[in-house]
T-cell receptor, first 114, second 114 residues
Framework: NAGVTQTPKFQVLKTGQSMTLQCAQDMNHEYMSWYRQDPGMGLRLIHY???????DQGEVPNGYNVSRSTTEDFPLRLLSAAPSQTSVYFC?????????????FGPGTRLTVL | GNSVTQMEGPVTLSEEAFLTINCTYT??????LFWYVQYPGEGLQLLLKATKADDKGSNKGFEATYRKETTSFHLEKGSVQVSDSAVYFC?????????????FGAGTRLAVHP
């Protein structure tokens, strides 16, 4: 049981380049989400999904796209990277049933946009 | 709106010292409250939680009590260890709408020295 996995761990992009951050979970969780972590700002929700084929925007969705074709995978796409997207990105998943819905986080992807 | 405010860090303590990290929140209704911990180079892990007023969450020697009258959820530990060095995030789970949207505070870095 690997939990939530993310690739790559580190990435450096030039402004305007595109890339996809991968996220996968093996816990059969319905809910998956992407956060970015910036100094002094905690974690902010980018996009989330409550099941395959269903996605919605969080607090800071601009510049990012997502899709959810399977329960396991929830990739985050940057179509044209900007320096403001330099951040650490975390993927999380949780069950939608149960009283507490604990979110499980991946180890993060550190992205630098030059 | 909903928000979480944490004391600014870093907090630097000697081993076996008493720890308090303050957290206050603003929310409508009765949110669930959480403390997450992030060890260096890792993702966030749930440390403890409380779902209603006067609940006390506890784990690994850490405690926090849900105080509705002061809208607070301060984290405490009686005797910290070097291994407790990490970043601690207070968070609330929104009551209305949006399934499992967590709202995080900015995080407080704790450094414990031998």
């Amino acid at each position: 049981n690997a939990g939530v996995t993310q690739t790559p761990k580190f990435q450096v992009l030039k402004t305007g380049q595109s890339m996809t951050l991968q996220c996968a979970q093996d816990m059969n969780h319905e809910y998956m989400s992407w956060y970015r972590q910036d100094p002094g700002m905690g974690l902010r929700l980018i996009h989330y999904s409550v099941g395959a084929g269903i996605t919605d925007q969080g607090e800071v969705p601009n510049g990012y796209n997502v899709s959810r074709s399977t329960t396991e995978d929830f990739p985050l796409r940057l179509l044209s990277a900007a320096p403001s997207q330099t951040s650490v990105y975390f993927c999380a998943s949780s069950s939608l049933t149960g009283p507490y819905n604990e979110q499980f986080f991946g180890p993060g992807t550190r992205l630098t946009v030059l | 709106g909903n928000s979480v405010t944490q004391m600014e860090g870093p907090v630097t303590l000697s081993e076996e010292a008493f720890l308090t990290i303050n957290c206050t929140y603003t929310a409508t209704g009765y949110p669930s409250l959480f403390w997450y911990v992030q060890y260096p180079g890792e993702g966030l892990q749930l440390l403890l939680k409380a779902t209603k007023a006067d609940d006390k969450g506890s784990n690994k020697g850490f405690e926090a009590t849900y105080r509705k009258e002061t809208t607070s959820f301060h984290l405490e530990k009686g005797s910290v260890q070097v291994s407790d060095s990490a970043v601690y995030f207070c968070a609330l789970r929104r009551v209305s709408g949006g399934y499992n949207k967590l709202i995080f505070g900015a995080g407080t870095r704790l450094a414990v020295h031998p």
